[in-house]
């Protein structure tokens, strides 16, 4: 291919992908918010008057939930929701470092090494008198669980990542922050508005009824629980 012809062939594939991100893809999450919200909205309305038993059904049936009530040791949770691995910045830099070592190692030997997964397995929870957050492996086996006190819990808030924690790699795109202090020990947590169920539970053939139901009955109650720690 002639050298005008390659800069001409990536300024043309350049402006497919702006074109693609910025016309696009928020068309189709914009389609895609739209049909969850009105998925959730019909279930909302069949099981009016019997949330909260309709929600300990799911904790004790459904395979995508169950796990996590053994783990929890049969506590009815209150709300949960899918987030990114908690990390301090030592971590960020030691993923940077995998990541560019992985690209030369791939060079020479053309195998990759796997970068940290941020935003896969990782969930926090709320019980009646505790805060959550678990770990799975894709194997399907909780490698890590914190519990913490909620009235224990100090300088709890939540609120929008800064431009800092998003440049780091800390948070993405459209999660919430909340942070707090327990026994002089900080912890920042970054979690998604949605919740993605137990890695070996079963996916219905009607996923997206399922995920609207999964978020209705779990995701939606955590957002509302701790927005009242909302910073203004």
Same mark, same amino acid.
């Given at each position: ?8 062939? @990536? ?21 895609? $918010? /739209?049909? %969850? ?15 909260d ?6 904790? *004790? ?7 996590f ?5 049969? /506590?009815?949770?209150?709300?949960m929701?899918s ?16 990541? %560019?070592? #992985? $690209?030369? &190692?791939? =060079? ?5 090494? $796997?970068e ?17 957050y ?18 224990? &819990?100090?300088?709890i808030e939540? #609120? *929008? ?6 440049? +780091?790699? *800390?948070?993405?795109?459209?999660? +919430?922050? @909340? ?6 020990? $900080? ?9 993605? #169920? ?24 955590? *957002? =509302? ?8």
């Amino acid at each position: 291919m002639p050298p005008t012809s390659i800069i001409i062939f @990536i300024i043309a594939s350049f402006a497919l992908c702006i074109f693609y991100a910025l016309v696009i893809a928020p068309k189709m999450a914009k389609r895609y $918010k /739209a049909e %969850a919200e009105g998925l959730q909205q019909n279930f909302a309305e069949s099981i009016r008057g019997r949330e909260d038993e309709t929600r300990r059904e799911y904790l *004790k049936n459904d395979t995508l939930m169950q796990p996590f009530t053994e783990q929890l040791q049969d /506590a009815n949770i209150l709300g949960m929701i899918s987030c990114m691995e908690k990390r301090s910045t030592k971590d960020f830099i030691r993923q940077q470092a995998i990541g %560019a070592a #992985g $690209k030369v &190692l791939g =060079k020479v030997t053309g195998v990759r090494v $796997k970068e940290v997964d941020n935003q896969d397995n990782y969930w926090l929870a709320i019980t009646k008198e505790n805060l959550h957050y678990l770990h799975y492996d894709d194997d399907g086996g909780c490698i890590e669980h914190l519990c913490w006190d909620l009235p224990q &819990l100090n300088q709890i808030e939540t #609120g *929008k990542p800064s431009t800092e924690e998003m440049f +780091t790699g *800390k948070a993405e795109p459209g999660t +919430t922050r @909340i942070s707090f202090s327990s026994k002089d020990i $900080k912890y920042k947590f970054f979690f998604f508005d949605n919740l993605w #169920g137990h890695p070996l539970g079963k996916v219905r053939k009607d996923d997206k009824a399922q995920a609207a139901e999964l978020n209705y009955l779990f995701a939606e109650p955590f *957002k =509302k629980l701790v927005a009242r720690f909302e910073q203004t």
